[in-house]
């Protein structure tokens, strides 16, 4: 039995020491990303940065493409826990609201990772990443069902704001709550892509884009108050 135990511990110590070194690659690959974007991320690069050999690494991911699904898994994840911070907003109003300022709130934080998870094309992440870039409602692609689970989670939640407000009559008589909830999520999409590409357009300031935005799906008969003060309505007098 002592030898039967000792062996077990050993078999965790190995456990839990691969654990730490596939954390160590994807924090060190991590940074790289956010610093030089995923263009600039290598399996030599990498091992340098960790002092490892490439064969070390490879032990843990077969390529970059492996470690690119990884790092939007990730991604996903901290998008989803950015939403869960506002789903005890009673009002599904409001939750849209500070759910979509949250979702731009972190592509512009997070700008390499969020092109990495939105933007990225697949064949830039390696020969084996036959799959999309991790969309929010996408179903598996080839390789990366990981990635796409979480991101369908997070629709999820937009979703469920939208079917309240079916419930409650607060939405246009044919928009259905999920194509709603594909629609505010390309155009959050849209700020974010917009803002990251350096674009002339827009001008306004993203937090009453995304109020813009929400506004679409309300029908006005609902609105007891305007949405906007003077200062952030568009200007529509004529000149």
Not at 43 to 55: F, G, N, Q, T, V
Not at 193 to 218: H, R
Request: charged content about 25%; aromatic content about 6%.
């Amino acid at each position: 039995m002592p030898r039967m135990a000792s062996q077990e511990r050993r078999t965790e110590q190995r456990r839990e020491q691969r654990e730490a070194l596939r954390e160590r690659i994807l924090e060190v690959s991590r940074e790289i990303v956010r610093r030089e974007g995923f263009a600039s991320l290598s399996m030599r690069k990498l091992a340098e940065a960790i002092d490892y050999s490439p064969a070390a690494l490879y032990l843990h991911f077969k390529s970059r493409g492996d470690i690119a699904r990884a790092l939007r898994v990730q991604g996903h994840a901290s998008l989803r826990d950015a939403f869960l911070a506002h789903t005890s907003i009673a009002d599904p109003a409001a939750r849209l609201n500070a759910m979509g300022r949250a979702y731009v709130e972190f592509g512009l934080a997070e700008p390499e990772t969020y092109r990495l998870m939105f933007m990225e094309l697949a064949a830039s992440a390696g020969p084996s990443s036959e799959a999309r870039a991790g969309s929010p409602g996408d179903a598996p692609g080839n390789g990366d069902a990981h990635a796409a689970e979480p991101g369908a989670a997070t629709l999820s939640m937009i979703a469920d704001a939208f079917v309240e407000l079916r419930a409650a009559d607060r939405l246009p008589a044919r928009a259905a709550p999920l194509a709603c909830a594909e629609g505010l999520w390309a155009n959050l999409h849209g700020i974010v892509a917009l803002k990251l590409n350096g674009a002339a357009l827009p001008e306004t300031p993203a937090a009453t884009l995304v109020e813009l935005s929400l506004d679409a799906w309300f029908a006005p008969a609902n609105r007891t108050e305007p949405r906007f003060s003077s200062a952030n309505r568009p200007d529509t007098s004529t000149r």
